[in-house]
């Protein structure tokens, strides 16, 4: 399957600060890439839909001054957390959409965001 | 609307034992089912995926049966292994580049 280096794995920062997760697809030209927000126990919750040379599709609820997302080229994908707080903590995953046919999706390892 | 439903919520097989999960959509458009595996503290892994013209594909103990008429599909584990204890999500998506659902996970524990 494809790579997909996500980075960092994990985070710790002081509430209000901004923190900024990387996605990269190592294998091949990534036009679309997937976000998600994973809680403990729960499934996978998509954020937005960043596809590279536009804005992000946001999913309803998600705040787009909060959670920034930015796809400048076709294997480097970022999503900052804007002022950060407490209950931004959860696990952030994204993924990357293969092309052609198989339109098989793989995920990075995930970025554990603790706010204190 | 939960696009994709997925049972059981946990699952406890004994080693050697088969490991069945379920799951069941609703949009007929849905032309990709894939399996992933996910590790607590790691991303998901795709696993196994079929497409709607085949009812069965099969890769090593993973086999993944299609019930195209009553859409459904459903992962099972042969000779299950501690292992494979793990969180399981199933997945759909219509075409390429578009969302994939994900159904609400299924934790397997196998016991030795």
């Known amino acids: 399957g494809a790579v997909v280096s996500q980075h960092p794995s994990r985070v710790i920062c002081k509430s209000g600060t901004s923190v900024k997760i990387e996605c990269r697809s190592l294998?091949?030209?990534?036009?679309?890439m997937f976000w998600y927000r994973q809680f403990p126990k729960q499934s996978l919750m998509l954020m937005a839909t960043?596809?590279?040379?536009?804005?992000?599709?946001?999913e309803q609820g998600v705040e787009k001054d909060k959670f920034l997302i930015n796809h400048a080229s076709l294997t480097l994908s970022t999503l900052t957390v804007t002022s950060a707080h407490p209950e931004d903590s959860s696990f952030y995953i994204c993924?990357?959409?293969?092309?052609?046919?198989?339109?098989?999706?793989?995920f990075g390892e995930g970025s554990r965001l603790t706010v204190l | 609307q939960q696009q994709v439903k997925q049972s059981p919520q946990s699952l406890i097989v004994q080693k050697g034992g088969i490991s069945i999960i379920n799951c069941a959509y609703e949009?007929?458009?849905?032309?990709?089912f894939p399996w992933y595996q996910q590790f607590p503290g790691k991303g998901p892994a795709l696993l196994i995926a079929?497409?709607?013209?085949?009812s069965e594909k099969k890769e090593g103990r993973f086999t993944i049966s299609f019930n195209k008429s009553a859409k459904q599909f459903s992962l099972h584990i042969m000779d299950s292994q501690p292992g494979d204890s793990a969180t399981y999500f199933c997945?759909?998506?219509?075409?390429?580049?578009?969302?994939?659902?994900f159904g609400t996970g299924t934790s397997l524990t196998v016991i030795p």
């Open positions: 993924s990357v959409l293969a092309g052609g046919s198989t339109g098989e999706l793989f």
């Open positions: 294998d091949f030209q990534a036009t679309t």
């Open positions: 960043s596809n590279e040379g536009s804005k992000a599709t946001y």
């Open positions: 949009n007929t458009a849905f032309d990709y």
């Open positions: 079929i497409r709607p013209d085949v």
């Open positions: 997945a759909a998506s219509r075409g390429t580049g578009n969302q994939f659902y």
